[in-house]
């Protein structure tokens, strides 16, 4: 078992540790058609899940959003249960506070797995105790992570596909080609008879009863259980463009002592002490959509908005408020 490093991979090692018969259990019981609400960055997964039952295919190669997802319904129980015997500590527990209330659930008969398979998704949700629940897994074998070794996706419907430049350009010429053919060959233009100006009406100009139906509402963010319990969505900073550190998913080993970098972030919801927050980078991945407003905000170069999502303690840290966005920037997000 190696040393736990970013909270993707401790999303990954967490959803491995768990009985493969128990998540097919769950599994199959899910409601998966595309006709519920349920985004197909998450549904597609689980329903190849469903129908291949390869649980450590899906824990290495599936999406992260939908690992997260299938880890966070198999540990919801046990996550409920570790707030309630925390009590008023848990937003914010020590280390003794966190190793006690585990060893609670594991004199009630939780499994060791299950409970370690929690502390992953806390590390991976980067919750405050995040730290406390590392060092639990790192110090105490019963605990101990599965290495999975990511499978890359050689190809998806959701990222773009390269194309040659010399066979981009050889469209392009095919396309002016055709359009000046068309132009030549187009018949003459029929005369339009002049309309004369009193049949010609000029639409009246909307009242206020229907100008406030043209409104735009602003749309509220969905939170699953595990972030409500953390963050509000109606938080005066949901909706804030902002700087501040944001760990990375993973370890460079070329610099392995940087774990974070301060960039620029979506809130999507927040508290005085925590934002949940959608970063915001220059590279494009399948993950990440053009971020619209990034000339607006100042940014100096194209953007791109990531769909994970990550909670982010800023106790100790500085957030420095760039911008607001507006009601159609946010909606335009989900």
Request: proline share 7%.
């Amino acid at each position: 078992m190696s040393t736990l490093a970013g909270p993707a991979e401790a999303i990954r090692r967490g959803l491995a540790r768990l009985d493969e018969a128990a998540v097919l259990e769950v599994v199959s019981s899910l409601d998966l058609r595309p006709s519920t609400k349920i985004s197909p960055a998450v549904g597609m997964p689980l329903r190849g899940l469903q129908q291949r039952g390869d649980v450590a295919s899906f824990t290495a190669s599936a999406p992260l959003i939908a690992v997260r997802a299938l880890l966070e319904l198999l540990v919801a129980a046990s996550l409920d249960r570790i707030i309630e015997l925390l009590g008023e500590h848990s937003e914010r527990p020590t280390y003794d506070q966190m190793a006690a209330a585990v060893d609670a659930m594991r004199a009630e008969g939780t499994e060791d797995a299950q409970l370690a398979a929690l502390l992953a998704f806390a590390i991976g949700e980067q919750f405050p105790a995040a730290e406390h629940c590392r060092r639990l897994i790192e110090e105490r074998p019963e605990f101990a992570l599965p290495d999975v070794e990511v499978v890359e996706s050689s190809g998806s419907l959701l990222s773009l596909k390269e194309v040659d430049p010399a066979i981009r350009e050889a469209r392009r010429l095919r396309r002016e080609a055709a359009k000046s053919k068309k132009k030549v060959n187009a018949p003459p233009s029929r005369p339009v008879k002049a309309k004369s100006s009193a049949n010609v009406s000029t639409p009246a100009a909307p009242t206020d009863s229907v100008a406030a139906t043209l409104v735009v509402a602003r749309r509220r963010a969905t939170l699953t259980p595990a972030e409500a319990r953390l963050v509000d969505a109606d938080h005066v900073r949901a909706g804030s463009v902002v700087s501040v550190e944001i760990p990375f998913d993973s370890i460079d080993p070329a610099t392995p002592d940087v774990h974070s970098k301060q960039r620029p972030a979506v809130v999507v919801a927040a508290s005085d002490s925590v934002l949940l927050v959608r970063g915001i980078y220059s590279n494009q991945f399948a993950n990440r959509q053009l971020f619209g407003p990034w000339r607006r905000l100042g940014l100096d170069h194209v953007s791109y908005i990531s769909d994970e999502r990550q909670m982010i303690d800023v106790t100790a840290m500085p957030v420095v408020e760039l911008a607001r966005l507006t009601d159609e920037e946010w909606n335009s997000l989900w």
